[in-house]
C-alpha cells in the first residue's frame, strides 16, 4: 500500500522542473533571494523541494551532482512522534502530512526531524509548518507527486515501496557503476524517498550514519515506562505518607501518656 | 490576623517593577508580531532562549518545592518545616513563569488548546505539557491551604482535607515531567553531542532537579534573612545541603559510569568547546559543591552553604543550557544569539517572580510554620 519515490541521482540533469511543478501546485510563494535550484538552494517554508547542485568528486575527475531534497516521508516519523497535538500524522498510502488548525506552533517536529526539513513561516504572525506533503490529493486519486509528474527524464520514480526497492536492487547488482547503498533503505528506520546514486551519499549533502532503529522507538521505550513509575511511584509515596504518619501519632501519644504519668 | 495588603516600595522593587512593565509591553508586542520579529530564532534555532532557559532551567530551579515537599509532608522530616512554605512558594511562582515563558514562545498561542483535546501521547512533550499543566493547578490549590489563612477563610478546612491527595500527586507528576524534560532531547540521536546525549537523560533530569532543589532553597532563605529578618538555622541548612550532595554523588557516579559505558569518557579531555563546557558544568557544577558538602568544616559556614548553592544552581544552569545550545551547535551550525526583547521578557519575568515572591511572602504566612502573625521588619 505504501507509496514511494525512487530517486536516481545520475538521471537529474538538473532542470528544476519538480521544484517549479510543485511551488505551481501547492501555490507556493516565488522569492528569488531563495532559489529552487542551484548551488544555493535551499528548503524554506515557501520551497516544499529544491534541486541542490554539488561539485563532487569521481574516479580523480569532479563532476557536477544533483539532489532534488525535500521531506522524506519516514516510515516512522520523528516529526509526528513528536508532535504533542496530533498536527503532523503519516497516512496509510505513505505521505506524512501537516495539519495546521492542530498546530501550536511549539516547533518540536523541527528538532525531532532527523534530515531538518521542517520549515517555519518565521515572518508570519501565526507561523506554520512548511515541508513536502507528497501531494496527498492526487496520490489518493491514483496519480503521482506533482513534482514526479513534471520530471523529463525520468529520474523520479514513483510506485509501491517494495517494489521500488526490488527495482532500486536489480540497478545496483546490475551496474557497476552505482555506489552499493540505497539511501532511504535503512535510514531512520526506512523513508518513502529512495534514492541511489553514483557517488557518495555524503559528498552529496545526505546525512550519512543516522541511526537504522526508528526515532520513535528511543522516546517510546522511555515514554511507556510512565505508567508505571506514577503508579508505582504514587502508591510507594501513599505508603511512606501512611506509614509516617502513623508513626508521628504514635510518638505523639506515647509522649502524651509520659506526661499523664508525670 | 490583620487584612490589609502591604508591600513596602524600595528602590530596587522599583526597578523590577520596571523591567517587569517593560516585559509585559515586550510580551504584548511578540503577540502581536509574531516570534520571527521579536526573536532572532531561525529555521535552524528553532528553540532558543525562552525554551531553554525559561522553560527547561525554570522548571528544574522551580524544583525545590516537589523535593521539600516530599521531605516533609511525607517524609515527615520536621526540620526541614520551617522552610517548606517557602520552598513551595517558590516553585509555584517559578512554573508560573514557566507557563508563561512557554505560552510566549509558541507560535500559534490561539492554539493552545490542541493538545488537550487532539492527543499526541506518543509525544514526550505531550506529557510535560499535562504535567506540568496539571501540577501548576495543584501547586495552585496547595498554595489555597496559606491563601485561605487570610482570604476565603470558610474553605480552609477544605483544603487542608485534601492536601494528603495533593501532595501525593504533586511529587509523581514533577517526577515525571522532569525527566521527560531530558527525554525530549533522547530524539536527538546523533545530533546532541554524545557527552550530554544519552538514554539516561531522562534520569539525570530527574536527579538534577531533585539535587537543585535544596540549593535553591538555602539561597532563598540567605536572601530571605536579608530582607525580611527570616533566619533559618544553619543546621538545618546543613542537613538539607546533605541530602543534596547524596544525591548528587550518586548522579556523579552514574555520568562518569554512562560515559564509559557508551565509550564517548575520552571526549571530555578532546581539547575542544565541547569538552571544556562539559568539564566546566562537572567541576563547577558537581565536584566542587561535593567537596563542600563533605567536609564538615566547610559545610558548616554560612559562607561555604551559600558556596555551594550557588554552584550548583549554576551548574544546573550550565547543564540545560550545554543541552540546548552548547551540544547542539556542532549539527545545528548556523548562529543565534538571543535577541534584545526575548533578553528582557526573560528578565521581566524573573523580575515579576521575585515581586510576586516578596508581595506573599509580606502579605501571607510563609514563613513560619506557625500559623501566627509573623512581625516583618520595615
Ligand atoms: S523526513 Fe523529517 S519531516 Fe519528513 S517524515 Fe521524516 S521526520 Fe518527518
Ligand atoms: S510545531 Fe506544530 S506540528 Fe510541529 S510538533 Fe509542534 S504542534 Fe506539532
Not at chain 2, 559562607?303 to 550548583?312: I, K, M, P, T
Request: aromatic letters at 12%.
Amino acid at each position: 500500500m505504501a507509496k514511494s519515490v525512487l530517486v536516481d541521482i545520475t538521471k537529474c540533469v538538473g532542470c528544476g522542473s519538480c521544484a517549479v511543478a510543485c511551488k505551481l501546485w501547492n501555490s507556493l510563494k516565488w522569492d528569488q533571494s531563495k532559489p529552487v535550484n542551484g548551488e544555493k538552494a535551499e528548503t524554506s517554508a515557501e520551497n516544499w523541494t529544491v534541486v541542490r547542485l554539488h561539485q563532487v568528486p569521481k574516479e580523480r575527475e569532479k563532476v557536477w551532482r544533483f539532489t532534488k531534497q525535500q521531506c522524506l516521508h519516514c516510515e516512522e516519523p520523528a516529526c509526528a512522534s513528536a508532535c504533542f497535538a496530533r498536527a503532523i500524522v503519516k497516512t496509510e498510502q505513505g505521505p506524512v502530512i501537516y495539519r495546521a488548525s492542530l498546530c501550536v506552533g511549539c516547533r518540536y517536529c523541527m528538532l525531532a526531524c532527523p534530515f531538518e526539513i521542517p520549515k517555519y513561516e518565521w515572518d508570519k504572525v501565526f507561523p506554520q509548518v512548511h515541508k513536502c506533503q507528497m501531494c496527498p490529493e492526487r496520490i489518493e486519486n491514483g496519480e503521482s507527486p506533482a513534482c514526479v509528474a513534471a520530471c523529463p527524464t525520468g529520474a523520479l520514480k514513483y510506485g509501491e515501496r517494495s517494489l521500488l526497492l526490488q527495482e532500486a536492487r536489480r540497478c545496483l547488482s546490475s551496474n557497476s557503476n552505482y555506489i552499493k547503498h540505497i539511501y532511504g533503505e535503512k535510514e531512520a528506520g526506512g523513508t518513502s524517498w529512495l534514492y541511489i546514486s553514483d557517488t557518495d551519499f555524503a559528498a552529496l549533502g545526505f546525512r550519512t550514519g543516522v541511526t537504522s532503529r526508528p526515532l520513535p522507538d528511543y522516546t517510546y521505550s522511555i515514554l511507556k515506562l510512565t505508567p508505571a513509575v506514577a503508579l508505582g511511584w504514587g502508591a510507594v509515596l501513599t505508603g511512606l505518607y501512611a506509614y509516617n504518619r502513623r508513626r508521628k501519632e504514635i510518638a505523639g501519644e506515647t509522649k502524651e501518656k509520659k506526661r499523664e504519668k508525670r | 490576623m490583620q487584612k490589609k495588603w502591604h508591600f513596602r516600595m524600595t528602590p530596587v522593587r522599583a526597578v523590577l517593577l520596571c523591567l517587569s512593565l517593560l516585559a509585559v509591553v515586550l510580551a504584548v508586542y511578540r503577540l502581536v508580531f509574531g516570534l520571527g520579529s521579536a526573536t532572532n530564532l531561525n529555521d535552524r534555532w528553532p528553540w532558543g532562549l525562552w525554551i531553554g532557559f525559561d522553560v527547561l532551567t525554570g522548571v528544574a530551579l522551580a524544583g525545590g518545592g516537589y523535593s521539600t515537599c516530599l521531605l516533609v509532608h511525607v517524609l515527615r522530616i520536621n526540620k526541614f518545616k520551617p522552610i517548606v512554605r517557602s520552598a513551595m512558594l517558590t516553585s509555584l511562582i517559578g512554573y508560573l513563569l514557566v507557563m508563561g515563558g512557554l505560552f510566549l514562545d509558541i507560535g500559534r498561542w490561539f492554539n493552545f488548546w490542541a493538545p488537550f483535546v487532539s492527543w499526541g501521547y506518543h509525544s514526550v512533550l505531550f506529557e510535560v505539557f499535562w504535567c506540568v499543566s496539571i501540577y501548576t493547578l495543584i501547586q495552585t490549590l496547595e498554595f489555597g491551604e496559606i491563601a485561605t489563612e487570610k482570604v476565603g477563610r470558610s474553605w480552609h478546612g477544605f483544603f487542608k482535607k485534601i492536601m494528603p491527595v495533593l501532595f501525593i500527586v504533586g511529587i509523581v507528576l514533577p517526577t515525571l515531567h522532569q525527566s521527560s524534560l531530558g527525554s525530549l532531547y533522547v530524539i536527538e540521536v546523533g545530533k546532541l553531542y554524545p557527552l550530554w546525549w544519552s538514554m539516561l537523560l531522562p534520569l539525570f533530569f530527574l536527579m538534577s532537579s531533585f539535587f537543585v532543589g535544596p540549593a535553591m532553597v538555602v539561597v532563598e532563605t540567605t536572601l530571605a534573612g536579608k530582607a525580611h529578618g527570616h533566619q533559618v538555622e544553619t543546621s538545618v541548612l546543613q542537613s538539607l545541603v546533605k541530602v543534596s550532595g547524596s544525591v548528587m554523588l550518586v548522579y556523579l557516579i552514574l555520568k562518569i559510569a554512562d560515559l564509559f559505558y557508551r565509550h564517548k569518557a575520552g571526549l571530555v579531555l578532546a581539547g575542544n568547546f565541547e569538552g571544556y563546557m562539559f568539564l566546566l558544568e562537572m567541576l563547577a557544577g558537581i565536584i566542587i559543591p561535593l567537596i563542600i558538602c563533605f567536609t564538615p568544616g566547610l559545610r558548616s559556614t554560612k559562607g561555604g552553604l551559600l558556596a555551594f548553592s550557588l554552584l550548583v544552581v549554576a551548574g544546573v544552569i550550565i547543564n540545560r543550557m550545554n543541552v540546548v545550545f552548547t551540544g547542539m551547535s556542532r549539527y545545528m551550525g548556523g548562529s543565534y544569539f538571543p535577541s534584545f526583547i526575548e533578553w528582557a521578557v526573560s528578565i521581566g519575568l524573573i523580575s515579576a517572580g521575585v515581586l510576586a515572591y516578596l508581595f506573599i511572602v509580606e502579605n501571607f504566612n510563609i514563613l513560619s510554620e506557625e500559623p501566627r502573625v509573623k512581625e516583618i521588619a520595615h
